[in-house]
């Protein structure tokens, strides 16, 4: 199958009818046509922004609620992926967002087959993105997907639903007199619903489970996971192959480890933070590559170009205003060989551009974790960067050592060592603390999660309950309660300190490197 | 005539050197058992790639055997002579071959479904007996399960092939033999197990049923099963409403008022039956009256009966367990299969011991009975097939062994049926 120009009238055949027959479906089939490379790309990030979506509202709402229908509905629509079939069904841009579902599927399984825990990532979010796809289908479409995918769910008939009626109904909490009349009761192999039979929450007769049609999602669901599963297990086998294609290797690494989720450049706490409170801060709540700027901007009253964009960016995210900005430069910098009239002309105007004042306005996000680590690797002189990346570990274990730490800090340590902990085993984006459902991977994030332990000025003070929520994508507990769990759960996971670690890090990473010429999909899965 | 007098079997432990030869030779039924585990031959190497375990004579264990022949299977046992026999899986390969096989590659791939059930465990609410011993007041607790438990398999999880063997000692086991039980992954196992299970919790947990509404259809079907037996297995056989040490148990079981009211009618209630018709008609009257369901009559009588199987047994498709005719050492019994349709007749004092099996293999024959025919054509080796197959019905073990075979039969009629079904459908005459 082959699509050149966009604009080239479709060619809808038995084969697109039945991949892209359903708004829904099982990934069953790989895809086989060419596309360009920046496609392949933009489909990746765009359905791994989704993910990232869905993982955080999963852990701030219940996932069945409205809420969390809502504002995934919202980010669907924005991201272009198929929507509810009520929309027509027909027409370019209905089929062109099934396409680009089928095929962003694939290119993820390719960066997320390689291990245990980036698989289970993958698995639960594309299990729960398909939970809440199916359960927006009305009842003839759940009845087609079901149809098309073979799934061998017979009806239970009039006569037999009637003739078992009171025992259906003392099977189920659920399952009414009124669920039995109304609903189809679909018959499936007790093998495939094992989840039910255990917990004896279903009428089991001669071997089959009698599922109501408003449980049939957690059936469909069982099978969607064995199904992803053993792929992933296949795709993992063939990866090496794909990886040798010189333009995948870098772009699939990236995608595994790109950062995609909040960008801590809208702050409610603006102008909350005050210039003489950052010293404080400095020590207690920057995570340590911001520390390290900080100081060196602090001993030497300078830094240089990547030090500034990182950590006046950094700085934009704590809080501080344009002018707080330009006041804490200037006075530092003045103390050195800079003189006032010297900072305004040269350095002020990069600081206003980093705030959006200067040239084509960009307000620039402070950087993630991972634009940290890898894009300009800091040389002589320089400061930015990544300190466990771009540091040499005898001198690292020294900086940690010497970095005193406030018994209140203990547990910023222990959350830095599970932090640089998991960059060793390159799993930034699922870095888990299982307890709390806490992630790590932005510096500011870093800064207002101790913020929030240490209850100080930069958490984000009240504000709508939900939307704080949304930003920081941490679970309901109260501050005490999570202080608990998030360093009880920190100290329990991992013992190793920083110094230990530190000694032990290697680390390297490529460059991604991009062309933009076709790539045959065929070829690849 | 000649007047038969029946010597006392009586089983020694110490003789089983000199009995279990004899066993293997003339008694142990081979070309069942063949038959049994060759499933038709339907799966290539599916005889061939199971594992047997044997425990020899001074508690060596022996694991990974396994045999490409009938032939080779009876050579070796007599040759080893073992004291206990396990039946394990249907390897990738064979099994005593495991060690030349890639580190990873060796798996048990089916198992039949199995359930082992333990006297032992029940030994919280039984008085008459604990630990391994068993007598014939709580032996009703294994019919109980059975009955329990076979019509569930058949029932509501549509296995049709189960054989119910004696294990020989103090429990049964269950085989369920049919190729989707066979088949099951260890998460269905253990779901299957689970859905079987309703008493729940060890030694710390008084209240080990707890039910709630809606009761569902299983849990109906297997009280109407020990209601069947509660009086007289446990008001009367158990008289769990007779003493004050086990009426306090009992009532340890029901709520703070309805045992505060119990109590007080206990002092001049003496009769058990009676005593139990109070207990359930509070229970009535109280879900009459509450909102909530209470259950709790329905939940003393499962706790005093339902069966109570090891999980850990029926999940693993590698589980090893005891094979069916099989002697106990410790007892001398042949692990039987037990006979459904006479269920409440078995007797776990008759099954025939090892002693007595060898014992009336030397009896002379009885008048009448059928003449030794020499067949001309027969050679030997086929003379002594038909003497050892003639052996073994001239003792006590003929009635099992009899049961085995329409338990294979069954098994064949089922398989013929499922190929007529499979040509039916793909058209091929």
């Known amino acids: 199958m082959q699509f050149g120009n966009r604009r080239k009238k479709l060619i809808v055949n038995a084969q697109t009818e039945q991949l892209y027959g359903h708004c829904l479906q099982f990934y069953s089939q790989s895809p086989t046509e060419n596309i360009s490379l920046s496609e392949f790309e933009t489909f990746a990030v765009e359905r791994l922004k989704l993910l990232k979506t869905v993982e955080n509202l999963g852990v701030s709402y219940v996932k069945t609620s409205e809420q969390y229908t809502k504002k995934l509905d919202t980010e669907f629509s924005s991201l272009n992926f198929p929507f509810r079939s009520e929309k027509s069904s027909s027409g370019p841009s209905e089929y062109e967002k099934r396409r680009k579902d089928h095929i962003s599927h694939f290119i993820l399984r390719l960066a997320y087959c390689q291990t245990e825990d980036l698989r289970r990532w993958f698995i639960q979010q594309e299990i729960d993105l398909f939970r809440y796809r199916f359960n927006c289908l009305n009842s003839k479409s759940k009845r087609e997907f079901l149809h098309l995918n073979n799934l061998r769910y017979d009806t239970v008939s009039v006569m037999e639903k009637t003739n078992l009626a009171e025992k259906l109904i003392n099977s189920s909490f659920a399952v009414s007199g009124i669920t039995v009349e109304d609903q189809d009761f679909y018959k499936v192999p007790f093998q495939d619903a094992l989840d039910l039979v255990r917990t004896r929450k279903v009428y089991l007769k001669e071997g089959f489970v009698y599922v109501p049609h408003m449980e049939i999602v957690t059936i469909v669901l069982n099978d969607f996971r064995t199904r992803l599963s053993k792929a992933l297990a296949l795709t993992a086998r063939s990866l090496p192959a794909v990886q040798s294609d010189e333009r995948l290797q870098p772009l699939l690494n990236h995608l595994s480890h790109a950062y995609v989720g909040q960008d801590y450049s809208i702050q409610k706490s603006i102008g909350k933070i005050s210039l003489d409170q950052i010293e404080t801060l400095s020590a207690k709540s920057y995570p340590l590559c911001m520390r390290q700027l900080h100081r060196a901007l602090r001993e030497s009253h300078h830094l240089r170009h990547g030090g500034r964009m990182q950590y006046g960016l950094f700085l934009k995210g704590v809080g501080l205003t344009l002018d707080q900005a330009l006041q804490f430069w200037r006075s530092e910098f003045v103390k050195g060989k800079v003189d006032a009239d010297k900072f305004d002309k040269a350095y002020a105007y990069s600081i206003r551009h980093m705030f959006g004042k200067e040239g084509k306005r960009t307000d620039y996000t402070p950087y993630s974790c991972m634009k940290v680590i890898l894009s300009n690797p800091p040389s002589q002189g320089d400061h930015h960067g990544c300190p466990f990346r771009h540091t040499d570990p005898e001198l690292l274990k020294q900086k940690l050592q010497s970095y005193k730490v406030s018994p209140g800090g203990m547990s910023l340590m222990l959350s830095l060592v599970v932090f640089y902990f998991s960059y060793q085993t390159k799993c930034f984006c699922s870095v888990q603390i299982e307890d709390s459902g806490f992630s790590l991977n932005h510096p500011n994030q870093y800064f207002l999660e101790s913020q929030k332990l240490l209850g100080g000025p930069g958490a984000v003070a009240g504000g709508k309950g939900d939307v704080k929520r949304e930003d920081i994508a941490t679970p309901k507990p109260s501050n005490v309660a999570r202080k608990n769990t998030l360093v009880s759960s920190l100290r329990n996971r991992h013992q190793v300190t920083g110094p230990q670690l530190a000694a032990s890090l290697t680390c390297t990473l490529k460059t991604p490197v991009s062309t933009s010429t076709v790539l045959p999909l065929s070829n690849v899965f | ?429």
Not at chain 2, 17 to 31: G, I, M, T, V
Not at chain 2, 34 to 58: A, I, M, P
Not at chain 2, 65 to 80: A, G, V
Not at chain 2, 272 to 278: D, T
Request: glycine content about 4%; aromatic content about 10%.
């Open chain 2, 1 to 429: 005539m000649i007047t038969l007098e029946m010597p006392a079997a009586v089983y020694d432990q110490a003789s089983l050197p000199d009995l279990l030869p004899l066993y293997y030779r003339r008694l142990f039924p081979f070309s069942q058992y063949y038959r049994w585990l060759n499933y038709g031959g339907v799966t290539k190497n599916y005889f061939q790639n199971r594992e047997f375990s044997f425990t020899l004579k001074d508690d060596i264990y022996v694991r990974y055997q396994s045999f490409s022949t009938q032939s080779e299977l009876e050579k070796e046992m007599q040759k080893m002579n073992p004291y206990k026999i396990d039946i394990g899986a249907v390897y990738s390969h064979r099994p005593n071959q495991h060690n030349t096989v890639k580190s990873g590659c060796f798996q048990a791939l089916e198992k039949e479904l199995v359930f082992d059930i333990d006297m032992t465990d029940y030994d919280d609410v039984r008085s008459c007996c604990s630990a391994a011993d068993i007598c014939p007041k709580c032996w009703p607790l294994m019919t109980i399960a059975i009955r329990i438990l076979d019509r569930a398999l058949r029932e509501d999880f549509g296995f049709r092939h189960c054989l119910w063997v004696y294990s020989g000692r103090r429990g049964i086991h269950c085989w369920v033999c049919d190729e989707a039980a066979r088949k099951l992954s260890v998460a269905a196992r253990s779901a299957v197990a689970e859905y079987l299970s309703l008493v729940k919790g060890g030694e710390e947990t008084v209240r080990k049923v707890v039910l709630t509404d809606p009761i569902h259809p299983f849990i109906r079907e297997s009280l109407a099963v020990v209601e069947h037996y509660f009086t007289q297995y446990a008001l009367l056989g158990q008289d769990i409403l007779g003493s004050k040490e086990a009426t306090d148990k009992v009532l340890g079981l029901v709520p703070e008022d309805v045992k505060k009211e119990l109590l007080i009618e206990f002092k001049t209630e003496k009769n058990p039956e009676r005593r139990w018709g109070r207990l359930t008609t509070m229970a009535q009257n109280k879900r009459t009256t509450v909102k909530k369901g209470h259950y709790f009559e329905k939940e003393i009588m499962l706790q005093y009966c339902y069966p109570r199987l090891d999980v850990n047994v029926s999940k693993g498709v590698n589980h090893l367990l005891k094979s069916p005719f099989s002697v106990h050492p410790k007892t001398g019994r042949i692990s039987v299969p037990i006979d459904l349709r006479e269920l409440d007749r078995f007797n776990p004092f008759e099954v025939p011991t090892i002693s007595l099996i060898c014992e009336e293999l030397d009896l002379p024959k009885m008048a009448g009975e059928e003449e030794d025919q020499e067949d001309p054509k027969e050679n030997d080796k086929e003379a002594g097939e038909r003497r050892k197959i003639r052996d073994y019905k001239r003792t006590s073990l003929a009635k099992y062994v009899k049961l085995f075979d329409q338990f294979l039969e069954e098994m064949a009629r089922s398989r013929k049926g499922e190929l007529i079904k499979k040509s039916d459908l793909q058209k091929d005459f």
